[in-house]
C-alpha cells in the first residue's frame, strides 16, 4: 500500500452498502442481523474515512425502492437508522462530524422527519467530514422533485425557462452544495448503481468489491481507496498522468 501521506484522496466517496441479507443467509441467521452488523460496520467506515482525511462520505442506507420488502425489515431499518442517529449523533459532533440527509422526507413519519432535521440542525456549523445519508432515497425521484422545484420557480415568475441549464438543475438536487463523488464503492460483488446518485455519478470512479457489508473492514476499505489512486481520470480531457502511472 503506498503512503497515504502522498496519494490522492477522493473528497467525496458514496458507498452502496450491499449484502447485509447474504451475509446473515450464510451464516444461518436472520437478515436483521446482518443489517445490526452492518451499522457496526457504518461506525467503523466513519472513523476510516475521518482518518482517511475524505470530506463527504454519503451511504446509502434505504432507497425509495427498499418499501417493496417486508414489513418487519422496513421497520428494522427505520429502528436502525433512529437509534444510530440517537446513540452516535452526540459522538458525531463532538468529532465534529456534519450531517446531511438526502431522499425524500415527505413520505416519512413525523418522529423520524424530528430526528433527521434535528441531526442536521444540531451538526450544520461543523467543519469536519459530512456525514451524508441517503434515505428514502432514488435517484430518479431526486431528478424529478428538482424538476418539480424549477417549475414552480417558474409558475411563480422567479425563474425564466431559459435560464434553466445542469447548473440550475444540480443545484435544486438533495444533494445542492456538495461536490460530485469522486468514487462510488458497492459492496456484494453486484455491479450496477440501482439508482442511486445518477446525476451526480457523471464522472465517478466505480469500484465493486465481492465482499458483503457486514465484512467491509478497514483494510479494505483503504485498499480501495488505494486502486482509487492509480486511476486516470480525464473527466472527457486529456490524461495528465505519466504513461508509467497508468500501466502503459
Ligand atoms: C443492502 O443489503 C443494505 C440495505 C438495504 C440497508 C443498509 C442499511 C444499513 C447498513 C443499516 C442502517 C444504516 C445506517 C446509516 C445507520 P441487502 O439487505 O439488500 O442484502 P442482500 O442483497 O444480501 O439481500
Redesign the pocket.
Known amino acids: 500500500m503506498s503512503n497515504p501521506a502522498d496519494r490522492p484522496v477522493p473528497q467525496h466517496v458514496a458507498i452502496i ?7 446473515a ?1 450464510a451464516r444461518g441467521l436472520p ?1 436483521t442481523l ?2 445490526r452488523k ?2 457496526e ?2 461506525r467503523d467506515t466513519v472513523k476510516t474515512a475521518r482518518e482517511a482525511g475524505i470530506g463527504y462520505l454519503t ?5 425509495s425502492e ?1 418499501w417493496r420488502r417486508p414489513q418487519a425489515e422496513i421497520s428494522e ?1 427505520f429502528g ?2 433512529k437509534a ?1 442517529v440517537r446513540r452516535d449523533l452526540a459522538e458525531l459532533h463532538a468529532a465534529n462530524v456534519r450531517i446531511r440527509v438526502i431522499g425524500d422526507r415527505v413520505t416519512l413519519q413525523p418522529d423520524i422527519r424530528t430526528l433527521l432535521l434535528e441531526a442536521e440542525e444540531r451538526t450544520a456549523a461543523n467543519s469536519g467530514m459530512t456525514l451524508v ?1 441517503a434515505f428514502n432515497y432514488g435517484a430518479r425521484d431526486e431528478i424529478a422533485r428538482a424538476a418539480a422545484r424549477l417549475a414552480l420557480d417558474v409558475r411563480e415568475g422567479r425563474l425564466d425557462p431559459s435560464e434553466i441549464d445542469a447548473e440550475k438543475l444540480n443545484g435544486s438536487l438533495d444533494t445542492a452544495g456538495m461536490p460530485d463523488p469522486d468514487l462510488i464503492i458497492r459492496t ?1 460483488g453486484e455491479e450496477r448503481l440501482s439508482n442511486f446518485l445518477l446525476w451526480q455519478a457523471a464522472y465517478s470512479e466505480l469500484m465493486f468489491v465481492p465482499d ?2 457486514p465484512d467491509f473492514s478497514a483494510e479494505l476499505f483503504l485498499s480501495v481507496l488505494d486502486r482509487y489512486a492509480s486511476r486516470d481520470r480525464r473527466f472527457g480531457g486529456l490524461s495528465t498522468k505519466p504513461m508509467a502511472a497508468v500501466g502503459l
Do not use: K, P, Q, T
Open positions: 452498502m450491499d449484502g447485509n441479507g447474504r451475509w443467509n437478515r446482518g443489517h452492518g451499522v460496520v457504518v451511504l446509502f442506507a434505504f432507497s427498499n431499518l436502525l437508522l444510530f445519508i456484494s458483503f457489508w
